[in-house]
């Protein structure tokens, strides 16, 4: 009926465990880009006191590295409006 061929799941496998970390990698770098590489030294040293907050925090942010500019934009607006608040 159907052929099957040795070897194809563990290829599709192999295929998705490399792409998982490819994107871990690109998480990584994006993050010691946002926050520096000093801090990502400290944050990864933190998995002693609490390992189960860090994947989270990453995530967190990767996903500030990636909207980076719009956080800018607000940050700005943020600022602006605080300046005319006292000027008034």
């Not at 994107?23 to 944050?43: C, P």
């Not at 933190?46 to 590295?65: H, K, N, R, S």
């Amino acid at each position: 009926m159907t052929d099957v061929r040795p070897g194809r799941v563990r290829r599709a496998v192999a295929a998705l465990v490399y792409r998982a970390q490819a994107f871990t990698v690109v998480g990584y770098m994006g993050v010691a880009s946002f926050i520096g590489v000093e801090a990502l030294i400290v944050l990864l040293g933190f998995t002693t006191v609490l390992p189960i907050a860090i994947p989270f925090v990453l995530i967190v942010l990767g996903l500030a590295y990636l909207f980076r500019q719009r956080l800018r934009e607000s940050w700005h607006g943020l600022r602006a409006r605080l300046r005319r608040g006292e000027a008034e």
